[in-house]
Structure formats: structure tokens, C-alpha cells
């Protein structure tokens, strides 16, 4: 593996950075059970990391520790070269850090305009009392703001829904909604819960054509969790297999596919 | 503003007419489109600076006179810009259809050797990259949208506004040169190459040249009195003849303004918001708004319910007549402005139909209700008869004398002739110039003293003088005992009931006729679900019983009115299926403008066609299929085959 | 223009000042609700304990002087001043804020992700405590509350004479309408529409709108559920104040405020708990239809007194044909 620090190629001409995200010896427990057990990786800018495993490995635990719904009891989380003192969820979404859900999290009373405008809520800076009196400085906002929901709701397509509740469209285009809105506050990393979970095999081609192109166009690095191997393998750069709570593999897709522990993992066999 | 434009020593190209209207409508908007959101627009003066900026930079790219630059993607001002930029450059702009599938393409870039193609988006690039390799002529290309598409090689690849840039910044090194080429454009320039869809063989580069756009464009503007205010919704395939004449040449030569959608699935939202003065639609369009409307007035609450059958069957007594200018009662007058305010008005708007002064249809016949049904809402619908060949118009309706069933009378400067086997021959100044490296094809079509044989049957009404179309003139056979099979003519009845998406009629040199039929998703699982019938699947709706019913009287029916004719009442349909797959362009049973291509068919489900004949009660087959992605499956299926009731009729030989 | 029509339109009138009242104490429950679940059974309390503290700020009472003076053996009452009631108000609005924060750190953080049931509980017993809290700092006696007259008149004091007068010139009958009530749906008014503004176009309004919605979703977007619910009930606070100076303005500020709370539960029902357009339509037709009902039909045919019951008859019925009320979200979910 490369120095944390560096820069370095991938075979497709992509630039991957340095590390901007270390998770070191996490543990997490829910009473006695142990979710996680001492696992550390890391996540560098510009990458596409995916944290793979079975049903019921720990993966959706260790993506709740990253956007801080869960506190891990040891371990530490380090960002963008310090280290992240405990946060509640809304302190890491300022920090930059947006996610989606695996049973999708819509505001389903809104629109899609308006969900993927909620978006931009960490880009709001004008408060109260500004908004209330300097009238000209918080338009200026809102249309800054509505002019970047509305580029993200081009680039995902759905501008024929724009103006429809959440609550009618089909799971697929919900999903995609939800991207949309985590999109919206143009995140230094995107976290993403199972994003083909639930969908035909269309849709997660179109799924994966749309992680594809946010990481080349804006440059997003994103982490995602998948329980379906062979999507997986596609669309990532670096794979981390779970297992029980245990980290069981770290590397390439082509790393990751020959690793002894991950074919058990996968194939069944027998834990000891 | 508007003022009468007259010909004598004007424009004589397509890029002359663009200068004129940078100079006479500098202000007015030329073209919209909704981008982010939001309405850009574009004013004749912009769009001048912009085509001739993308026109120095073709030049810098190495464009030659007389090369040939295809042009594809959705409707965008950007892409009819490219159109005149190469028109500008000397080039042939050639646009083609951007659901086109890569074999499709290749083998039209290959066939007009296109040097340089100008495309929209990642999915076209990768398109056209696809089929390269077996292209020699090609060399650049240039795409509009640079999403997804950094990471590509560009030696040969472009974007277009580094393409514009360039030739910005080219200006004194080309103007000159550009200038030249421009002045040297005349009546007889080819102006636009346009390849037909073709429903059968390999699709023909139709040579249009700038007589034939300007003068078709001249005489429709004046026909229909078009004007420079006025507004067109550009959403048809860019590389149909129809959309080339209405959004360039109608548009240059009256200046009026193109507004082009933000996607297709926005096309009805931004119908309605921009409210085109002037609309074009094929039947299809139309049928599915009216089966819309209907749907939502079935799930209306029972008062607005009431109101709307009320106030609709008001408006079909009287409101084509009000439309026509016809006498009509003070009372029915008075509420008919009732209805145009509960009713009328707010449906018009709802479709986006509040401002259309000229609404014409064409392409396929119109189902009389459906036709009505616009007409009566005081929507100016109005039928036409037009070919790629012809550069559209050969017959269209006038105001007030609009019916559904014909096509209207010639349009100016063009003369009809019917041939003894029906055959309609047309000549007009719209006559295309030649089928491109085809001249024995273009013989077979344009004789020598310039009459053009449509390949439909038809007859001019006595009377009125108003072109009737029968059928296709190669689908017109014969029974069995000799009598008229015009398959269209029964198909079209069928197809006006909203249940029935799609019909193919067989029967030529048989016995008796019989039907393959496709029900109409939407109308049937509409029905479905207020009816609580479950189904899982187009396959599982189609042979429930229920339907089967509904569509044998529908059948039925049909039979009754076709037997009302002595001529052609041999075509009542005997026996039908109803098919376990929608026909799909995909599959190639439809042509991309969706007509039916009988052969395939024939060939493709020979089994059911046997099965109508034999007098089975039922027929098992297996149907390869293809996926939006290009991959094939196939679907097995066991289909009832149903008798249904004919008229008998006193069998006697055709005509006479 | 026949009397009895008149009357019935003065009546109507009248209806429709009271609904503005009825109106205002729902939109304190239906804030609340919407934003956290919670069913704020001490909403009436809080009219009532804004309106106190208003009081004794304006009168320059010492808070707590029971207890002061027990504890201490002194005998102080009074500070000896009188504050303009803009400030007043100004410092009642702080201390209704401070309630906010303390309901907020001390009761419901601790008990996030509870039943809605508790949560209710809860409620009843902040209500208990508020109560006792408002007797302890302010005494427990009947107090004038008197916002305008004091520093002279909110309106002109013509203006319900000039109704009076117009109309009669018009109708040939004089419609009677109390100047407080106009105030009152003066006030009202503002206050909903600065609400809905406020709702629609903040970035405060729309995290408000966003945690209403779904709390997961709002967490991820960077929403503070804490900030928000302490905004939620500072906003209900001061929708209790308006509330409670309304109805101290008209009836005196005593205990027996706080029983308004269970005048805005049938409101609820008909406008449905999650509807801000529904708390107001539906206060207005409360209010409307007791004083019509009795009007027309109590007075001369069930012996009067119907105002009693009324609101919650009109209440079972929406119960039974549309529980979710008139513009509540469909309890029915699609599966």
C-alpha cells in the first residue's frame, strides 16, 4: 500500500489523494454483542471505498460510527488530519460528511426540489434575523443555493419530478432522490448505505453509472457499504470485507477476490 | 414588427435568412430552452454570433464545402445551430435519429461518409465511438454535454464550446473565407440531408435543397399565417422532416421562437409552461393526453365528474362549429364561454394548449373522438399529408373546412394526380432534389417530368376537393375472391378505441381477415385496478378474459362500420389474438416513428398466424425479445384465439 | 335589512373573533407536535403562565415573595415600578425562551425515543409544575391584564364605533364588535402569516420543516434536533403568550386560563394535529359554530348553554367520519 500522505495513479488515469479519513481500532458494542472489533482503515480523497460483508457483518454499524449516529466505546476517528472528538450526527454533517440510508430517510411530506434544497441547509448562513431584515443578502443565497440543487437534479435526471412529493415516486427514483439531497451539500465524502439494495437489475445499473459519474465529475470521494459482491467490484478502487465484526480483507478488488478469508466468508464456510 | 415578408431576390439559404433575421428581429427571442430550471433564452442577434461562432471553429476543425456533418442528439438550440453552422460552412448537415441503435448508425454515417458528426451527450459519443472503426471517412467529433466524458481521448474529440471558442478566436484568420462561402449558397445548395425511417430496407438520404426548404416554408407560413410572435415546442426527432421545416425552415423564415424541452419526461410540464401558439403532434401524442385526461376525470369527484360531462357534451354540439365559424345560437354561444370558463380553459391550460392557433396532426390517421375532442375544446387541430420527399406538405387543411377523415386539399404550389391503381402522385416545388448515391431508387420515385408517387392509395373527394388516404399502395391487395384488403383502413377503427394500442391485419390473397392485437397499458391497467384485477405483467393483463371480452366487441363493432361499406367489407375481422408482447421498435416490428413493419411480423409470429387459420382454439409460442440494454431473453406464452362476429355481406367481385 | 339576519351576522362575527383565540392555542400543540410528537398537555398552562409573568413584570411584583419573605422574614411585595408593557413583553418573551431550554435539557432529552404515551405523561406533569411554579413566583389572586389602555389605546378607540356607525348608515343596523377582539385578529393574523414565512423561507423554518418531517433524515442533513425542539417550544411559548394576553385582556389572568387548553383539543380534532392552515380553519369554525349553534338553535330550543358542549359534539362527529381531520395527513398508509 502507498504512504497515507501521497498521491498516487490507478490504472484508469484516475488521481486518487491522500487519506482523508483513518479509522483506528474501533470497537462497538450494543451491550454484550460486539458489532465491530478493533477495526482500523483508512479512506483517501477521491476514491471510491467500499466496505463489503454479509448480512448482519458489521458493515451499516461501522457507516453509522463514520456519520456519528453510533459513538464506538474505543477507538478513534480521525479527519482530515485530526482527530474527531465524539459528535453528534448533525456536528459531522457540517463537517462535510452527507449520507443516504438503506431504507431511505426522505422528507416525504416535500418535494423533490425542496428535499434536495434541505440539502444545502449546511451552506445556509444567513440567519434569522439577517433573513428577516437584510432581505437582499438572503435571496442572493437562495438562488446560489436553488442554482446548485438544480444542477444536481439535472446531473441525476430528475428533473421531470422536480416538482413532485417524495412520497409518490417508486423506491428507485426515492433512492435516487436521496442522492440527490446528499449530493446537495457538495460533501468532501459521500457515505452511502446499501444503494442498490431493493432494485431491479436496471436500476442498479443506473445506480452504479450515477456513483460512477459523481466521483468523476465533482470529484466526490465516497464510501459505500453493498452486500452484493459483483456490483461492488465494478465500481470501487480499495475494498474492505467484513466479517462478524472483523476486518477480513483490505485491498483491490483483485486483492480482495483471492483473498482466502473472503472466499470462506462468502462461500460459507463453517466459523470455529 | 411582423412585417410581410416578400420574396423577390430574398434569402436564398437557410444562413442568408439567419442574417436577415439578426438584423430585422435583432431583440426577439429566437431561441428558449430549460435548462437548470430555468428558461434560457436566445435572440435572433445571440444566435447569429453563436452559429457563425461554431461555424469559423468547424473551419478551424478543417470542414470543407460539400462535407457531410451529422447532427444527433435531443432537441436543443445548440444542436439546430450546428445544423446552419455546417449549412453556413458549405457543409450538408445530415441529422439522424438519436434512439437509433449503433447499427443503425453506422451504416448511415457510413452511406453519407460523414467527416464529422456534432452529438449531445456521453451516450452518443459512445455510440459513434462504437461503430468508428468501420467508418473511413470519419474524423472528428464534437459533443455538447461534457459529463462523463473528461476522462476520453481527445485527439479527435471536441466540446463544442471549445469548438466555438476557437473559432472566436479564429475570427480574422476565416471571416473572410466564411463570408465567401456563405454568398456562394443559393437556391440550389443542398440545405438539409435527411434520412427517411423507412418501413422497409435500408433507410434513403433524402437531398433537400434550399429551394425546396425555403419556398415549402414560405408557402405553409402564408398558408397557415404564421407569425414572427409566434411559438413552436421543438420535442420531435430532430432528424424528422417535419421537425426540420417547422423548427428551421418555418422558423427562419418567419422568425419566430424554438423553445426546446428540458428533457423528454418534462415535454408535458414545459408544454405548459411556455404554451406554444403553434404545435405539431403525431396522433399518438394527442391519444395519450386525451386517454390522460380521461383517466384523471375517472378518479374526479362525482360533481366535477358531472360538470365535465355536462360542459363536454355542450362543447362537441357546438364547439367545432364556433371553431369553424359557423352560425351558432346565442344560448349555446352563451354557454359554451360557461364551459370555456369551468371546463374548456382550464383543461386547455392544464394541457398547454391555452395559446395554440395552428395545431396540425399527421403521420397516421386521427380517431374522429379524439380529433373531436380537441376541436370542440376550440383547439385549432388541423390534418396534413405530408412526405420527407415532398419536404412535408403535400395536402393540408384549411381553416374551416377541417374534418377528421380526410387530409385536406393541396397546399400551394403543389399538384396532385391519382394513378388507376389509386396511387396518390404529387409535384411541387418541395420536390426533393435525389436519394443520395441512389439514383435507381430515385428514378423508381421522381419520373422525369417530377411527379412523385406517395405509395399511398387514395382519391380526391368530389366535391370538396379534399385528398382522401386509403392505405399504403403495396398494402392494398386483394382477397381471396378478388375483393379490396386495406388493412390500415380497419386497423385505424380498431386503433381508435383507447383499450387498443396497436393492430396488424392480416388477409391479403386469403379467405377472410384476421387480427393481431396490442392492448394499451395504460387504458386497460387503468381499468384493471378500479376493477381490483390483478396483474403482474403486460402478458398476464392482455389474456385475462375480461379483456379478451372487451376487446372482441371492440371488434365486433368495428366489423358493423366496415361492413357499411360495400368496397371494403370484405376486411371484417374473423378471427384474433391478442398478442403476448407489445411491438417494439426495439424488436424491429415498429419503425422508430412507430408504423408497423408487416413483413417482420409476418415472418416473426408465423406460428399465430397459422393458428388464426386453422381454426385452433389456441396456439403456444416463444418470442425473442430485447432488452432496453441491448441484451435478448425470449417469452413463451400460450395465446386464445377468439371468433368474432362478422356481417355477412352478399360476396360479390371487387368495384364494379 | 331584517333583524334577525343582522343578528345572526353580528353573532357570526363574534364566532369568528373567539375561533381566532381557539385558533391561536391549537397552533401552540400543533408546532409542537409536528416538530417532536409531543402532545404538550401544558400548552394552556403556558398561556397562563406567560400571562402571569407579563403582569407581575408590568406591576413590578417580586417573583417568589411568598417564599422570599417566609424564608427571610421580610415583607416585599413590589419593587416599586412599573414597566412599559413593550418591555414587558420583550422580557416575557426571554423567559419563555428560558422555559424552552429547561423543558428541553431537563424533561424531554432525557427521554428521546420514548413512547408517545409517556411523552404525554410528561406533559400533564410539567403542566402540574408549571401551574405550581406560576402560584409560587406570582401569587395566586385574580389579576387585570391591560395592555393597551395604560399607555393609551392599541386602536383608536373610534374604530368600533366607526363600524358600528358605517354599518348602520349601510344596513340600517349597527354591527357591535369589540376593539380587543379586532386586535386580537390583528394580531393573530400577523402572527400565522410570520410564521408561515418564517417556516417557508429561514434556514431555521426549513430545518423545522425538515425535523417534522423525519428525524433521521434531518439529523443527516446537519439539523440540531435539540436547537430545533427548543425552538419548537419557544415558538409555542410565545404563541402561549400572544394567547394568554388575549384572553387575560378579556377575562382577567386567573387559573382557570389554563382549562383554554381543552377548548383547542376539538379544534385539533377538526383541523387535524399536524396542520398549521388547520389549526386556524378549524379554530375559526369552532368558534363560529358554538356561537351560532347557541344562537339559533340552543337558545330557543335546548334551553341554552350548548357553548359548553358543543365544540367537542362537532369534534366526535369528524372523530367518526374523518379522523384525520380537515387537512391532517391520511392516517391510512399505503402499503
Known amino acids: 500500500m502507498n504512504a497515507t500522505a501521497e498521491s498516487y495513479t490507478t490504472e484508469d488515469g484516475r488521481t486518487i489523494g491522500p487519506v482523508v479519513m483513518e479509522m483506528k481500532n474501533i470497537t462497538l458494542r450494543f451491550g454484550g454483542v460486539e458489532a465491530i472489533k478493533d477495526i482500523s482503515f483508512d479512506i483517501r480523497e477521491g476514491e471510491i471505498r467500499a466496505i463489503i460483508g454479509p448480512n448482519g457483518a458489521g458493515k451499516s454499524s461501522m457507516l453509522n460510527v463514520i456519520s456519528g449516529f453510533y459513538v464506538p466505546q474505543e477507538g478513534e476517528v480521525w479527519y482530515k488530519g485530526s482527530r474527531r472528538p465524539s459528535m453528534r450526527p448533525y456536528q459531522v454533517a457540517e463537517q462535510g460528511i452527507a449520507r443516504t440510508f438503506q431504507n431511505i430517510a426522505l422528507f416525504e411530506g416535500m418535494s423533490v426540489l425542496d428535499n434536495v434544497m434541505t440539502g444545502r441547509l449546511t451552506h445556509m448562513n444567513t440567519g434569522l434575523f439577517a433573513q428577516s431584515f437584510w432581505k437582499g443578502k438572503a435571496e442572493q443565497e437562495e438562488i446560489a443555493n436553488r442554482e446548485v440543487a438544480e444542477k444536481i437534479i439535472d446531473f441525476l435526471e430528475i428533473q421531470a419530478i422536480r416538482k413532485t412529493p417524495v412520497s409518490r415516486l417508486s423506491y428507485g427514483l426515492k433512492k435516487r432522490v436521496e442522492l440527490a439531497r446528499a449530493l446537495a451539500a457538495e460533501p468532501s465524502i459521500l457515505l452511502l448505505d446499501e444503494p442498490m439494495a431493493g432494485m431491479n437489475v436496471e436500476e442498479k445499473e443506473d445506480m452504479s453509472r450515477f456513483i460512477l459519474d459523481v466521483n468523476d465529475e465533482f470529484g466526490t470521494t465516497i464510501a459505500l457499504i453493498e452486500h452484493d459482491m459483483g456490483v461492488v467490484m465494478d465500481l470501487s478502487d480499495r475494498v474492505v470485507v467484513m466479517d462478524y465484526g472483523k476486518k477480513i480483507g483490505d485491498g483491490t478488488p483483485d486483492d480482495v477476490r483471492n483473498n482466502q478469508d473472503v472466499i470462506d466468508a462468502y462461500l460459507g464456510v463453517a466459523h470455529d | 414588427m411582423a412585417k410581410p415578408l416578400t420574396r423577390a431576390d430574398g434569402p436564398q439559404s437557410v444562413p442568408a435568412l439567419l442574417q436577415r433575421n439578426a438584423t430585422q428581429f435583432a431583440n426577439a427571442p429566437a431561441y428558449r430552452e430549460k435548462e437548470y430550471g430555468i428558461w434560457q433564452s436566445w435572440t435572433w442577434a445571440e444566435t447569429h454570433d453563436e452559429v457563425q461562432a461554431l461555424a469559423l471553429g468547424l473551419m478551424n476543425l478543417g470542414v470543407n464545402e460539400g462535407d457531410f456533418v451529422a447532427v444527433i442528439g435531443r432537441n436543443r438550440p445548440y444542436l439546430y445551430w450546428a445544423m446552419i453552422a455546417a449549412e453556413m460552412v458549405g457543409a450538408v448537415p445530415v441529422p439522424l435519429y438519436q434512439d437509433a441503435n449503433a447499427e443503425e448508425m453506422a451504416y448511415v454515417l457510413g452511406h453519407c461518409g460523414a467527416r464529422f458528426v456534432i452529438v449531445g451527450d456521453q451516450e452518443q459519443v459512445d455510440k459513434v465511438i462504437e461503430v468508428q472503426e468501420g467508418l473511413h471517412q470519419f474524423e472528428h467529433l464534437i459533443y455538447l454535454d461534457p459529463r462523463g466524458l473528461r476522462k476520453y481521448d481527445h485527439t479527435t474529440l471536441h466540446q463544442y464550446s471549445h469548438v466555438q471558442d476557437q473559432g472566436r478566436a479564429a475570427y480574422d484568420e476565416y471571416i473572410k473565407e466564411l463570408d465567401r462561402r456563405i454568398a456562394k449558397l443559393d437556391y440550389d445548395s443542398t440545405g438539409v440531408m435527411l434520412y427517411t425511417s423507412g418501413t422497409t430496407g435500408k433507410p434513403k438520404g433524402v437531398v433537400l435543397s434550399n429551394r425546396n426548404v425555403i419556398e415549402t416554408a414560405k408557402s405553409s407560413s402564408e398558408f397557415d399565417g404564421l407569425r414572427q410572435t409566434d411559438d413552436i415546442l421543438a420535442y420531435l426527432p430532430m432528424a424528422w422532416v417535419g421537425d426540420f421545416i417547422f423548427s428551421v425552415g418555418q422558423a427562419m423564415w418567419t422568425g419566430f421562437c424554438t423553445n426546446c424541452p428540458e428533457s423528454a419526461e418534462t415535454m408535458h410540464v414545459d408544454l405548459r409552461e411556455i404554451g406554444p401558439t403553434y404545435y405539431f403532434a403525431p396522433p399518438r401524442v394527442f391519444e395519450t393526453q386525451l386517454t390522460n385526461v380521461m383517466i384523471r376525470m375517472e378518479d374526479a369527484s362525482p360533481f366535477k365528474k358531472r360538470l365535465f360531462d355536462y360542459f363536454m357534451a355542450h362543447a362537441r354540439k357546438v364547439g367545432p362549429s364556433i371553431l369553424d365559424g359557423k352560425p351558432v345560437g346565442g344560448w349555446d354561444r352563451l354557454k359554451y364561454q360557461l364551459g370555456e370558463l369551468c371546463i374548456y380553459g382550464p383543461l386547455k391550460n392544464t394541457l398547454g394548449f391555452s395559446r395554440v392557433r395552428v395545431g396540425y396532426t399527421a403521420g397516421e390517421a386521427i380517431g374522429p373522438e379524439i380529433f373531436d375532442f380537441y376541436r370542440s375544446l376550440g383547439i385549432n387541430l388541423k390534418q396534413l399529408y405530408g412526405q420527407t420527399e415532398a419536404t412535408v406538405f403535400i395536402t393540408a387543411q384549411p381553416d374551416g373546412e377541417v374534418r377528421s377523415d380526410t387530409v385536406g386539399v393541396t397546399c400551394p404550389g403543389v399538384e396532385l394526380k391519382i394513378a388507376d391503381n389509386g396511387e396518390v402522385f404529387y409535384r411541387s416545388p418541395g420536390v426533393f432534389v435525389e436519394y443520395y448515391k441512389n439514383a435507381e431508387s430515385t428514378a423508381d420515385t421522381k419520373d422525369a417530368e417530377g411527379w412523385v408517387a406517395t405509395g399511398d392509395a387514395g382519391f380526391i373527394e368530389e366535391g370538396s376537393g379534399h385528398l382522401r388516404i386509403i392505405d399504403r399502395a403495396k398494402d392494398v391487395g386483394q382477397m381471396a375472391d378478388g375483393s379490396l384488403f386495406a388493412p390500415k383502413y380497419v386497423e385505424n377503427k380498431l386503433k381508435f378505441f383507447p383499450n387498443i394500442l396497436e393492430v396488424v391485419v392480416f388477409g391479403n390473397g386469403r379467405d377472410e381477415c384476421t387480427a393481431f392485437i396490442n392492448i394499451d397499458l395504460t387504458a386497460v391497467g387503468n381499468w384493471a385496478e378500479r376493477n381490483n384485477i390483478g396483474y403482474a405483467s403486460y402478458q398476464e393483463l392482455a389474456r385475462h378474459p375480461q379483456v379478451m371480452d372487451t376487446i372482441q366487441s371492440h371488434v365486433e363493432e368495428v366489423n358493423k362500420s366496415v361492413a357499411e361499406d360495400a368496397m371494403l367489407s370484405g376486411c371484417q375481422v374473423h378471427r384474433f389474438v391478442v398478442l403476448h408482447k407489445e411491438l417494439d421498435a426495439d424488436d424491429g416490428e415498429l419503425t422508430r416513428t412507430r408504423k408497423v413493419r408487416r413483413r417482420i411480423i409476418e415472418d416473426k409470429f408465423h406460428d399465430i398466424i397459422t393458428a388464426l387459420y386453422d381454426g385452433s382454439k389456441s396456439i403456444s409460442t416463444e418470442t425473442e425479445v430485447t432488452y432496453e440494454d441491448g441484451r435478448k431473453g425470449s417469452i413463451k406464452a400460450t395465446l386464445e384465439v377468439r371468433d368474432a362476429k362478422v356481417v355477412p355481406v352478399a360476396r360479390k367481385m371487387a368495384a364494379e | ?335
Open chain 3, 1 to 335: 335589512m331584517p333583524e334577525q339576519l343582522a343578528f345572526t351576522i353580528e353573532v357570526f362575527l363574534n364566532g369568528l373573533m373567539a375561533g381566532v383565540l381557539y385558533a391561536l392555542v391549537a397552533l401552540g400543540f400543533v408546532l409542537i407536535y409536528k416538530a417532536s410528537g409531543i402532545f404538550n398537555y401544558a400548552q394552556g398552562v403556558m398561556a397562563l403562565f406567560a400571562a402571569m409573568t407579563l403582569v407581575g413584570i408590568q406591576n413590578g411584583q417580586v417573583p417568589f415573595s411568598h417564599l422570599i419573605n417566609a424564608i427571610l422574614g421580610t415583607d416585599v411585595h413590589h419593587f416599586g415600578w412599573h414597566v412599559h408593557s413593550a418591555i414587558a413583553i420583550v422580557f416575557t418573551v426571554a423567559v419563555m425562551v428560558l422555559l424552552a431550554v429547561c423543558v428541553q435539557r431537563f424533561v424531554f432529552r432525557h427521554l428521546v425515543g420514548q413512547e408517545p404515551i409517556i411523552l404525554f405523561m410528561a406533559t400533564i406533569g410539567l403542566a402540574y409544575f408549571l401551574e405550581g411554579v406560576a402560584d409560587l413566583m406570582w401569587g395566586s389572586e385574580i389579576k387585570s391584564l391591560n395592555v393597551c389602555a395604560t399607555e393609551g389605546a392599541c386602536l383608536p378607540q373610534g374604530l368600533n364605533m366607526w363600524i358600528d356607525e358605517t354599518t348602520y348608515n349601510a344596513f340600517g343596523y349597527g354591527f357591535f364588535i369589540d376593539n380587543l377582539d379586532i386586535v386580537a385578529s390583528i394580531v393573530a393574523i400577523i402572527l400565522v402569516v410570520g410564521l408561515v414565512m418564517f417556516a417557508q423561507y429561514t434556514k431555521q423554518g426549513r430545518a423545522m420543516r425538515a425535523v417534522a418531517d423525519d428525524h433521521q433524515a434531518a439529523l443527516s442533513v446537519g439539523v440540531s434536533l435539540n436547537f430545533i425542539w427548543i425552538l419548537v417550544w419557544s415558538l409555542a411559548g410565545f404563541v402561549a403568550l400572544v394567547a394568554g394576553i388575549m384572553w387575560g385582556a378579556k377575562s382577567g389572568v386567573q387559573f382557570s386560563l389554563s382549562l383554554i387548553a381543552l377548548k383547542a383539543l376539538p379544534v385539533l380534532m377538526l383541523g387535524g394535529f399536524t396542520s398549521i392552515p388547520g389549526a386556524i380553519v378549524g379554530g375559526l369554525i369552532i368558534g363560529v359554530g358554538e356561537k351560532l349553534f347557541e344562537f339559533l338553535i340552543g337558545a330557543p330550543f335546548l334551553g341554552g348553554a350548548t357553548e359548553n358542549w358543543f365544540a367537542y359534539m362537532l369534534a366526535l362527529l369528524f372523530l367518526v367520519f374523518r379522523p384525520q381531520g380537515l387537512f391532517g395527513e391520511k392516517i391510512i398508509e399505503r402499503v
